[in-house]
C-alpha cells in the first residue's frame, strides 16, 4: 500500500475528478460551513430582533392585562392554556429557523458545488458485517491513527481560539463589567449587549479565519487523496482514445470492408489501366452520374493482381498503359474523377475500349 501511495504522482485527470464527483467524493470544509452558518445565523438574529421583541412584548403586555383569568385555572386543561404561548414561540422562531436552513443549504452548495451521488446513501452489505463492523470501529476510536490525531488537533485549536477571542473581548471591557454594580437596569443592559456583540463578532472572525485554514488544508488532502498512478492516466487515456489493438482491428475491419466494396465495383467498370503488374485502376464513364469518368477502384502488386483477375472474369476490358495508370493511381481518390489533364488520354483509352465493343458486336 505504501508503494502504492507513493507511485501517486499524478494530478487527477478530468475524468477522474467528474467520477469522484459522482461518487459524492468532494473537497469540503465543515468547519468552514459551520462558521458560515453561524455568521448567517447572527446577521438573522440581527434582522429579526425588533420582530421578536415586538412579539414577545405584546404577549407581556396581553399576559400582564388578563392576570383575573388566571385565578380558575383547570389543571385538566394545561394544554389548552399553553397553546397560545406555543403558537406565539412558533411565530417567533419559525421564520428565522426557515430561513437559516435556506442559508445553510446554500452555504453548502457554494462550498461543494451541485453534487448529487446515491452511493452515499447506498447500504453495502459488506460494511454490516461484524468484521467490517469491528474494523471501523477500530480505526475511528484509534486515537493515535493519522488522521484522529490531526481532527484532535484541530479541536483542541478552535476551542482554545475561539475562547481566547471571547475572552479578549470580555477581558477589553473589564471595567465597564465592574461598573455595573449600582447603576439603573437599563444602561447595564445596553452595556452587557455591547460586550456580547464585541465577543459575537471575535468568535466569528476566529472561526472563519479557521474555516479558511480548515478549507486550504481539506482542499490539499483531497488533491492528494485522488492522485493518479502513471498507469492510472495510462489506462484512462486508453478508455478515451481506445485500445490500440481494438482501433487497429476496426480499422483493418474497415479497409477489408472498402476493399470489398471497391473489388464489387470492378465488374460495372468500362476498363482497367494497368502497368501492367504493379498498378491497376477501373475507371468507368457513366455521363448521367457524373462529367467525367471516374476511378472505381486501384491498387498495387497483389491488389492490382485481383482487379485483373476479377475484370479477367466479368469481361472487362484490360488495357496496358504505364503512364497513365501511375497517373490515375497517385493523383486521382477512389471514386473520385478524373482530372483535366488526363481527359485526353482517358479519352483515348475510352475510344479504343468502345471500338473493340462496337467491332465484337
Do not use: W
Not at 388578563?66 to 419559525?94: E, K, Q
Not at 452511493?119 to 486515537?143: E, F, G, T, V, W
Not at 482501433?247 to 473489388?263: D, E, F, G, N, V
Amino acid at each position: 500500500m505504501g508503494n502504492e501511495a507513493a507511485e501517486r504522482t499524478e494530478e487527477a485527470t478530468p475524468r477522474r475528478r467528474q467520477k469522484e464527483r459522482e461518487k459524492g467524493n468532494v473537497s469540503k470544509s465543515r468547519d468552514m460551513d459551520a462558521a458560515l452558518v453561524m455568521v448567517a445565523g447572527i446577521a438573522l438574529l440581527a434582522v429579526f430582533t425588533k420582530y421578536m421583541g415586538e412579539t414577545i412584548l405584546n404577549m407581556m403586555r396581553e399576559n400582564f392585562s388578563t392576570l383575573h383569568a388566571f385565578t380558575n385555572i383547570d389543571p385538566s386543561n394545561v394544554l389548552g392554556l399553553l397553546m397560545p404561548y406555543f403558537r406565539i414561540l412558533g411565530i417567533i422562531l419559525l421564520p428565522f429557523f426557515v430561513l437559516l436552513v435556506i442559508a445553510s443549504i446554500i452555504i453548502i452548495r457554494m462550498d461543494v458545488g451541485p453534487v448529487f451521488s446515491l452511493q452515499k446513501i447506498k447500504i453495502d452489505p459488506a460494511n454490516l458485517s461484524p468484521r467490517r463492523m469491528i474494523q471501523n470501529a477500530k480505526r475511528l476510536l484509534n486515537p493515535f491513527a493519522p488522521r484522529s490525531l490531526v481532527e484532535l488537533a484541530k479541536s483542541i485549536l478552535k476551542i482554545v481560539v475561539v475562547a481566547a477571542c471571547g475572552y479578549s473581548a470580555i477581558n477589553a471591557r473589564k471595567n465597564d463589567l465592574l461598573g455595573l454594580v449600582g447603576i439603573d437596569p437599563t444602561t447595564a443592559l445596553q452595556i452587557i449587549v455591547s460586550i456580547l456583540i464585541n465577543m459575537i463578532i471575535n468568535m466569528c472572525l476566529a472561526m472563519l479565519i479557521l474555516g479558511f485554514i480548515d478549507k486550504k488544508y481539506q482542499q490539499y488532502e483531497y488533491e492528494k487523496s485522488i492522485k493518479m498512478t502513471k498507469q492510472e492516466v495510462k489506462d484512462e487515456q486508453k478508455d478515451i482514445e481506445g485500445d490500440p489493438k481494438i482501433k487497429a482491428k476496426i480499422k483493418s475491419i474497415q479497409m477489408q470492408m472498402a476493399r470489398q466494396r471497391m473489388m464489387s465495383s470492378v465488374p460495372q467498370s468500362d476498363v482497367v489501366v494497368t502497368n501492367p503488374t504493379h498498378y491497376a485502376v477501373a475507371i468507368k464513364y457513366d455521363k448521367t452520374q457524373a462529367p467525367a469518368p471516374i476511378v472505381t477502384a486501384k491498387g498495387v502488386d497483389y491488389l492490382a493482381f485481383q482487379i485483373r483477375e476479377i475484370a479477367k472474369e466479368h469481361n472487362v476490358p484490360i488495357v496496358e498503359n504505364r503512364p497513365v495508370a501511375r497517373a490515375l493511381y497517385n493523383n486521382v481518390p477512389l471514386d473520385g474523377m478524373i482530372p483535366s489533364d488526363l481527359y485526353v488520354a482517358v479519352s483515348e483509352i475510352l475510344a479504343y475500349v468502345y471500338r473493340l465493343r462496337n467491332g465484337n458486336n
